[in-house]
């Protein structure tokens, strides 16, 4: 889960793509301009999140790269923010 702050920016769209729109994700307002983005990985590989602001990347944040692994033992004693 990460946070998107677009407050600043005006009026606009948000678009979200993880691996070019083939992982689902799930986009949140938490208030006016500030959204929580989150997505499920469903496999062991590196996963892409493309964030950007009325078709213009994000600066800094054009392209992140999430490589994620977990192994679990115990999953009702798990939380992972």
């Known amino acids: 889960m990460c946070k998107v702050d677009v407050g600043k920016a005006g009026e606009g769209e948000l678009e979200i793509m993880v ?3 083939t992982v689902a994700n799930s986009v949140r ?3 006016n301009g500030l959204f929580e983005v ?4 469903k496999e062991v590989k590196p996963h892409t999140v493309d964030i950007k602001f009325n078709s213009t990347s994000l600066p800094g944040a ?4 999430v490589y994620i692994k977990v192994t679990i033992k115990q999953p009702n004693n798990v939380t992972v923010y």
């Open 62 to 65: 054009t392209t992140l790269s």
């Open 29 to 31: 307002m938490i208030y």
């Open 38 to 41: 989150s997505f499920v990985p």
């Open 19 to 21: 691996n070019k729109g």
